[in-house]
């Protein structure tokens, strides 16, 4: 599965347990959500947004340089104040949307809402795969509170980054 190719960022996460849980958690949603190799570029970042150019991969490369870049400007300005943990940054940021491969499907050519989809927005599937998956809680939590969802947890600092780091990917391309 080129899921590599799709999100080269994988390779950033230091610790090769926790990228290769990264890389298996994009596995095991591709096959939950019952999609094939060939249709994971097709696969639309927001189905609020109608005839998007922007893929998925796409955007959660994106939202993941655009987390990376707030870690580097930490880094550059306040010094190794160890304030945001950069594997458990990239890891959350890479994997924020994985629940839309649950909450998508393909019908009749088109990418539309899955049932699971209307029962379950994509933090609430992609924190359960992530969990399920072995991942640490801390990457669970980024990705349950990277939407509207998280509005009522206090988010860790890695998680208020990923939270705007999406919105900043987001917001710029709503149609009026």
Same mark, same amino acid.
Not at 131 to 136: Q, R
């Given at each position: 599965?080129?899921?590599?190719?799709? !999100?080269?960022? *994988?390779? &950033?996460?230091?610790?090769?347990?926790?990228?290769?849980?990264? $890389?298996?958690?994009?596995? /095991? #949603? +591709?096959?939950?959500?019952?999609?094939?190799?060939?249709? !994971?570029?097709? *696969?639309? &970042?927001?189905?609020?947004?109608?005839?998007?150019?922007?893929? $998925?991969?796409?955007?959660? /490369? #994106? +939202?993941?340089?655009?987390?990376?870049?707030?870690?580097?400007?930490?880094?550059?300005?306040?010094?190794?104040?160890?304030?945001?943990?950069?594997?458990? $940054?990239?890891?959350?940021?890479?994997?924020?949307?994985?629940?839309?491969?649950?909450?998508?499907?393909?019908?009749?050519?088109?990418?539309?809402?899955?049932?699971?989809?209307?029962?379950?927005?994509?933090?609430?599937?992609?924190?359960?795969?992530?969990?399920?998956?072995?991942?640490?809680?801390?990457?669970?939590?980024?990705?349950?509170?990277?939407?509207?969802?998280?509005?009522?947890?206090?988010?860790?600092?890695?998680?208020?980054?990923?939270?705007?780091?999406?919105?900043?990917?987001?917001?710029?391309?709503?149609?009026?």
């Amino acid at each position: 599965m080129k899921i590599m190719e799709l !999100l080269p960022e *994988i390779q &950033f996460i230091e610790s090769e347990n926790l990228r290769r849980k990264v $890389l298996d958690t994009w596995r /095991r #949603a +591709v096959l939950l959500g019952g999609w094939e190799e060939k249709d !994971l570029e097709t *696969i639309p &970042f927001t189905l609020l947004i109608k005839n998007t150019p922007i893929n $998925l991969f796409m955007h959660t /490369r #994106a +939202v993941t340089l655009c987390a990376l870049g707030v870690y580097s400007s930490y880094e550059k300005v306040y010094g190794k104040m160890n304030l945001l943990r950069k594997d458990i $940054l990239l890891a959350g940021a890479l994997l924020h949307d994985v629940g839309k491969l649950l909450e998508y499907k393909k019908e009749k050519g088109k990418v539309v809402k899955s049932q699971r989809g209307k029962l379950l927005r994509h933090p609430v599937s992609g924190a359960a795969i992530a969990w399920e998956m072995g991942l640490p809680d801390e990457v669970s939590h980024i990705i349950a509170a990277h939407s509207k969802e998280g509005d009522h947890l206090r988010r860790t600092p890695e998680a208020f980054v990923v939270y705007y780091c999406d919105f900043a990917n987001f917001e710029p391309f709503r149609e009026e």
